[in-house]
């Protein structure tokens, strides 16, 4: 099962919520990749040039909406749930928004590296 998502992505920025407080990915030194296959997606992260998180498991993609659902990676258990983002993909820049009760608590911006 292809996506126009299969492939290599590379991100380029975003901003999550902690706690009330927005927190870029460019400030923090944010650098991850990922890669998306047949249903598939595993991810590696870094904050500067230490080890941040790793993880992998499902995706679905319905139309704009991206589902995430990890079954492995270096979260608490409880963090192992599905992920709703709204994607749009634009030539090869990928957007993501998770929201949260009205509220977006997760911005990404992936950039194609690959296919």
């Known amino acids: 099962m ?4 299969d492939g290599a992505w590379e991100l380029v920025g975003g901003r999550c919520d902690d706690n009330g407080e927005t927190l870029h990915y ?9 890669l998306l296959a047949g249903g598939h997606f595993t ?9 941040w998180s790793a993880g992998s498991g499902r995706y679905v993609l319905d139309g704009e909406q991206y589902t995430e659902t990890p079954d492995m990676g ?7 749930r599905p992920y709703v983002f709204r994607a749009r993909v634009d030539g090869d820049d990928w ?13 990404e911006h992936w950039r194609r590296i690959g296919r």
């Open 2 to 5: 292809s996506t126009p998502l």
């Open 43 to 51: 991810f590696v992260s870094h904050q500067g040039e230490k080890f």
């Open 74 to 80: 270096t979260f608490p258990a409880e963090a192992m």
């Open 26 to 34: 460019e400030s923090l030194g944010m650098r991850s990749r990922k």
């Open 95 to 107: 957007h993501n928004e998770r929201w949260e009760n009205g509220v977006c608590v997760e911005y």
